[in-house]
Structure formats: C-alpha cells, structure tokens
T-cell receptor, first 114, second 111 residues
Framework: DTGVSQNPRHKITKRGQNVTFRCDPI?????LYWYRQTLGQGPEFLTY????????KSRLLSDRFSAERPKGSFSTLEIQRTEQGDSAMYLC????????????FGSGTRLTVV | DAKTTQPTSMDCAEGRAANLPCNHS???????VYWYRQIHSQGPQYIIH???NNETNEMASLIITEDRKSSTLILPHATLRDTAVYYC????????????FGGGTRLMVKP
C-alpha cells in the first residue's frame, strides 16, 4: 500500500494521559499536514511541515500539542494531559507541492478521551 | 482564501446525476476551485479542480460559471458508494496555502 498510513486507528485514553499518533506519508511527498475533525464538522487545519521544518501552526494547536517530523519522513503528533475536548479524528495528509489537488489523506486516528 | 457556501445536505436517486452547487462569490483571479469528498470513516479524497474552464475526469465533471462566482460538481451516474460529504474549497496557488474545509454537502444516494 503506497498511501498515507496512520497508527493507531483508534485510541481510548483517560483524561490527563499523554498520547502519540504516527503518520507515514507517501515517500516522495515533502509536505505533511495534520488536521483535526470533530463529529459533523469538516477537518480543521492544525499544522504542516515542509520536509522536516514545521512552517505553520494553527491557533488550535495549544501548548499541549506538539508535532515533529524528524528527517522529513514520518511524523508524530503528541497530546499531553489529554482533555475530553481533545476527542476527535486526527487526520494526516501529504502532498508533493503546494497545489490543492495533490493531498492524499490517511484514514485517521480516532481519539476518545474518557 | 475565498469562502464557499454549500447546501448542508442533498439526496439523489441511484443512477441519476448528482449536481452539487457551490457559491464562491469572493473568489480572486489566481484561486482554483477544488472538490474533495469524505466517505464515512475515511479521510478526504481529491475529486477534481479547475480555474476557469469546465473540467472532466473519470470521477466527475466540474462546471464553473463564466464569472467564476459559483460552480457545480456533477456525478453523472451516482451510485450508493458516492454517499459522502462533498467539500468545495477555493485555494490560491501560493506556497503557503493549505486546504481549508467548510461544512460541505452531505450527499445521500438512495436506491
């Protein structure tokens, strides 16, 4: 499978715990994006990387959130001290350039904070 | 990037054409119209995009009005697998841009 891979698919955690999600983009894609989607809403942009550089972060990305993309390959999104409001689908996408047609999304990680 | 307005939901009979409208009255000259769809429990999937001219690919056709203030995505023969949320997005070609999703149109294809 040469698509965008996200792990885990589902995560249930207790409030206050830390969680980490992983995204493996399409190998030749240099841009990687994280989005968050709550029930009934469209995906909301969180942050993106051009290679290993994190170039933009949404104000939705509070201090409890951190994302990395070491060596410009896979990326991780960590949420510290999870809150119930963090429950959502976390989507990763990658693209080769800045064109809006080239985004390939993964199937997401569904986080439930109890 | 220009904002878009789409109906919240639409129904379509299986085998008929599904016509999904989108208003983008503040679109500027270098902004493209993109359509993505999201099937339940999956990430969004690219469908088609255009600047001025009508476009067609194996999935759909995109009709953009001459003034570019609105567009219509056409699925010529809708199937049950086309049931999804369809997002119309306007985006310029600047390097710092990224897709911004609105609420989309929930299309229900019925037998």
């Amino acid at each position: 499978d040469t698509g965008v891979s996200q792990n885990p698919r589902h995560k249930i955690t207790k409030r206050g715990q830390n969680v980490t999600f992983r995204c493996d983009p399409i190998s030749e894609h240099n841009r990687l994006y994280w989005y968050r989607q709550t029930l009934g809403q469209g995906p909301e942009f969180l942050t993106y990387f051009q290679n290993e550089a994190q170039l933009e972060k949404s104000r939705l990305l509070s201090d409890r959130f951190s994302a990395e993309r070491p060596k410009g390959s896979f990326s991780t999104l960590e949420i510290q001290r999870t809150e119930q409001g963090d429950s959502a689908m976390y989507l990763c996408a990658s693209s080769l350039d800045s064109g809006g047609y080239g985004y390939t999304f993964g199937s997401g990680t569904r986080l439930t904070v109890v | 990037d220009a904002k878009t307005t789409q109906p919240t939901s639409m129904d379509c009979a299986e085998g008929r054409a599904a016509n999904l409208p989108c208003n983008h009255s503040t679109i500027s000259g270098n902004e493209y119209v993109y359509w993505y769809r999201q099937i339940h429990s999956q990430g969004p999937q690219y469908i088609i995009h255009g600047l001025k001219n009508n476009e067609t690919n194996e999935m759909a056709s995109l009709i953009i009005t001459e003034d570019r203030k609105s567009s219509t995505l056409i699925l010529p023969h809708a199937t049950l697998r086309d049931t999804a949320v369809y997002y119309c997005i306007v985006l310029g070609d600047n390097a710092g841009n990224m897709l911004t999703f609105g609420g989309g149109t929930r299309l229900m294809v019925k037998p």
